[in-house]
C-alpha cells in the first residue's frame, strides 16, 4: 500500500519494493518443489501395483523320526516348475545358496531311474569347492523325483541318504514338498547345524523367483 511521504509543501507517493531473491532461493524451492510432486507420485505407484506375496516356505523336522522336511508352493503351473527343477540351465541359476555357496557347474543330470547328478558348488569364503551328487532311484515327470543325496568327501557314497521330491498342482499353483531321511537324529542334528536351513531356505527363495521370472516370460 502506497505511504505518502511530506516533503516542501508536496505529498510524494512511495511504494516500497521487495528486495529481489537470489537466484539460488529460486532453484532450491523450485528443487524441492518437483522433488514433492515426484515422491507423492512415487507414492501413489507403490498404491496402487499389487504387492509382491510373501513366500510360503516351511522346514519342519519330526520328532518321531530323523527327517527333514521342506514345503512351499508356486504360483505357476507344474510343467513350468518341473523344467526349472529338472533343467541343467535353470538348475545352475537357483540350486545353492547364492550368498555363500552357489552352483558353478552342473556335471551332471540324467534325469532317468538310475541316472546320477553332481552339482559343483563354490564355497564364496574358502573359495573351495563343495560337491553334490547321488543317483536317481524314481523319476515321474511332474509328479516325483526321488534320489540318493551326497557330499564328497564328508562321508562314503553307501551313507547318503534318500531324498523324495513331489510336485502336485491344484488350481493352477504347485505344491511342493522335499523329505529327507537322515540315519539317526545325531546326524539330523549334525546336518541342522551346517547351516542347511538357511542354504535350503535361500535357494528356494531362488527357485521361487526363477519360476516368476519365467512365468512372466510366457505370459
Known sequence: MARPIEGA???????RKSAPKPDWIAAYVRFWTE?????????????TEEKPQMSDIKFDYPKDEPSMICTRSFDAPVSLVWK????????????????????RKVDKLELRTGGKWRYVCEHLSTKGEIVFYGTYVDVVPEKKL??????????????????????????????????????????????????????????MEQLGQLVDELARELA
Open 35 to 47: 522433488s514433492l510432486d515426484q515422491l507423492t507420485a512415487y507414492l501413489d505407484k507403490l498404491q
Open 84 to 103: 526349472v527343477f529338472t533343467t541343467p540351465e535353470h538348475v545352475a541359476r537357483w540350486w545353492g545358496p547364492q550368498s555363500f555357496a552357489p552352483v
Open 9 to 15: 509543501g508536496n505529498v510524494i507517493p512511495f511504494r
Open 146 to 203: 526321488a534320489n540318493s543325496f551326497g557330499v564328497e568327501g564328508q562321508f562314503p557314497a553307501d551313507e547318503a541318504f534318500p531324498e523324495v521330491h513331489t510336485f502336485e498342482e491344484r488350481d493352477g499353483r504347485t505344491y511342493y514338498k522335499s523329505y529327507s531321511l537322515l540315519p539317526n537324529f545325531e546326524a539330523r542334528d549334525a546336518v541342522i547345524a551346517t547351516g542347511m536351513e538357511k542354504g535350503g531356505r535361500e535357494s
